[in-house]
């Protein structure tokens, strides 16, 4: 709990997520009780170059699949901690995500919306097989500035096949 609570309110993130608030553990436990409900997938991410204390590999982040299973669509989610960011991490993880929505729980699209300030998610979404689809304008604060967001998605024909180094979802 304590490296959710560090990795939802660093600075970055809450930049990213176009928050200006901490988050409590209260509130924290709570979006992640309704993360965790119904068939959403939540998964840690672990860079499986590094160890952890228990000298298993190092989780760097986490990413969510909030399903919509009328529709077989779902909104994607991911966060990394500081100790994940600006290794490359985000695409792999991305399309491992993308994978578990296509092939396991049988997702037809899965959108996400970004921040236009946010060049390393935005070209990490592209890696992983996500397309630009719109903006919603001016609809969004970066660091207090007003910022349009882009909305993009994958479908299951849109995944890319060249992998680097693979980061472990669980
Ligand atoms: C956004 C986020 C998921 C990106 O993940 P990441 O693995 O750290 O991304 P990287 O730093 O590896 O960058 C991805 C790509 O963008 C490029 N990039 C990063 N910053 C860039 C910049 N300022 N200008 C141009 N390219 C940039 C990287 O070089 C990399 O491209 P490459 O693979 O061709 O080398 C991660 O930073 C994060 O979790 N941030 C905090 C929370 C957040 O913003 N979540 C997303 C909300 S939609």
Known sequence: MDVYLRWTNDPVTM???GRTELEDREALRTGLDVMLSG????????DP????HGAGPLPVGTA??????????????ITLGEEGRGRGLAAPATRLVLDVGFEDEG?????????EPNVA????????GFRLIGHRRRSALW???RVDEILMDA???????GRGRQPVAT
Request: glycine share 6%; proline share 4%.
């Open 15 to 17: 930049r990213g997520n």
């Open 39 to 46: 068939e959403n997938r939540h998964v840690t991410i672990y």
């Open 49 to 52: 170059a590094r160890r952890d």
């Open 64 to 77: 969510t699949l909030s399903i919509d299973r009328p529709v077989a669509a779902a909104e994607y989610l």
């Open 107 to 115: 997702l037809e699209n899965v959108y996400l919306t970004v921040l």
């Open 121 to 128: 998610g935005i070209r990490a979404y592209k890696q992983a």
């Open 143 to 145: 660091a207090g500035r």
């Open 155 to 161: 479908i299951p024909t849109s995944r890319t096949s």
